[in-house]
Every structure is written in C-alpha cells, then in structure tokens.
T-cell receptor
Framework: DGGITQSPKYLFRKEGQNVTLSCEQNLNHDAMYWYRQDPGQGLRLIYY???????QKGDIAEGYSVSREKKESFPLTVTSAQKNPTAFYLCASSVRHGGFYEQYFGPGTRLTVT | AQKVTQAQTEISVVEKEDVTLDCVYE???????LFWYKQPPSGELVFLIR??????QNEISGRYSWNFQKSTSSFNFTITASQVVDSAVYFCALTLTPGANSKLTFGKGITLSVRP
C-alpha cells in the first residue's frame, strides 16, 4: 500500500527536550512538507523540501529544523527553542498531476509538551 | 498577502439536511488556485476539490457541489442530504503557485456535526 506514514500518532515530551517527528512516504513524490495545526486554526507551513538535500523555510520555521537525506523521508525536529510546541503536526508530499503539484497528507502526530 | 476566511466556526445539522460552508478569499493575483479539504476525526486531510481562478464553472460530485464566484471572491461548498459520515472539519485553502513550492494558505476551518 502506497502512502504517507507518520509515527507515532501521539507523542509526549518534557519541556526543554528536542523531539523528532517521523514522516515517510513510499509514493515516490519529490516534494514534502510539514504543517502545524493549532485548535481552531488552519494549517500553517513550517518547512518544505522540493528535492533531496534541499529545503526551505515556511511561514513559521522558528524553533524547528528538518533534513532531507532520502527522498522517502522528511523528519521534523521540534527544538527547545520552539516556545509553544504542543500542536498537531501534519506531513504532506506532492506529485505533479497535469501541471499541478497535488499535496497528499499523512495521518498526523499530536505532540504534547509539558 | 493572501487570506482565506471561513466565518462559520461550527455548524450542526440533522441528517438529510442540506448545508453550505462558506469561504471568502483575498488575493491581488489574477491566477490562483482554491481548494477544499475534509479532516475527519482521524486527523488526516482529505482532498475534495481544486479550482483554478480562470475556471468559474461550478462543479457537482455526488452530494457535493461547489459554487465559485470571482465577483464576490467566494468559493462555497454545499453538501446535499447530509449524512453522519460528513461530520468533520472542512478547510478552504488558496495557493498562487502550481509548483512543488506551492504554499497553501488555509482558513481556520468549519466544524460540521451531522446528527442522526
């Protein structure tokens, strides 16, 4: 089955600790994205990567870091510098369909930092 | 900068009722792309539709229909004969670019509850 996997579904951390969220896709998509969702809010873009070994900041990159060493994987690290890390994190990947890159989303990881 | 406004935050209907979810967008660009996504309780976003700014034709897909009106900068979504399985959060979104660097601007979402 092709798709995007994010693990774990729920993640708990103590304040001051870095935590890495996993995102893997076996769809052979070139581009991958990380979004953050807060209650009652829309999704906001954290980072995106168009190809391996390249990534760009989104609208709210402060306190986050990413890597893209493999096409299939785009892990997100939430650092201790992120002031409000508790949120729902969604990963997406995209492929070109008739001139347009459609984004497909994973199931998300709910991070709680106390 | 782009903006998407979903003024309705929560809507509750009884099964079989029709319901319309409103979306108003702002952009100075003449080329843009609008989307609707569904987020069920499981959390994953499900793509429903994409509409280009140069195509104002309304679309119907089963019980779903979309009304795109550039004159009022609106892209409204109607569910006919709603069902309990339609209960979810619905997001409207906009992007200016079709490429891999596409940045989606989302509205805050509308929580739809369909009661049996």
């Amino acid at each position: 089955d092709g798709g995007i996997t994010q693990s774990p579904k729920y993640l708990f951390r103590k304040e001051g600790q870095n935590v890495t969220l996993s995102c893997e896709q076996n769809l052979n998509h070139d581009a991958m994205y990380w979004y953050r969702q807060d209650p009652g809010q829309g999704l906001r873009l954290i980072y995106y990567s168009q190809i391996v070994n390249d990534f760009q900041k989104g609208d709210i990159a402060e306190g986050y870091s990413v890597s893209r060493e493999k096409k299939e994987s785009f892990p997100l690290t939430v650092t201790s510098a992120q002031k409000n890390p508790t949120a729902f994190y969604l990963c997406a990947s995209s492929v070109r369909h008739g001139g347009f890159y459609e984004q497909y989303f994973g199931p998300g990881t709910r991070l709680t930092v106390t | 900068a782009q903006k998407v406004t979903q003024a309705q935050t929560e809507i509750s209907v009884v099964e079989k009722e029709d319901v319309t979810l409103d979306c108003v967008y702002e952009t100075r660009d003449t080329t843009y792309y609008l989307f609707w996504y569904k987020q069920p309780p499981s959390g994953e976003l499900v793509f429903l539709i994409r509409r280009n700014s140069f195509d104002e034709q309304n679309e119907i897909s089963g019980r779903y229909s979309w009304n795109f009106q550039k004159s009022t900068s609106s892209f409204n979504f109607t569910i006919t004969a709603s069902q309990v399985v339609d209960s979810a959060v619905y997001f409207c979104a906009l992007t200016l670019t079709p490429g891999a660097n596409s940045k989606l601007t989302f509205g805050k979402g509308i929580t739809l509850s369909v009661r049996p």
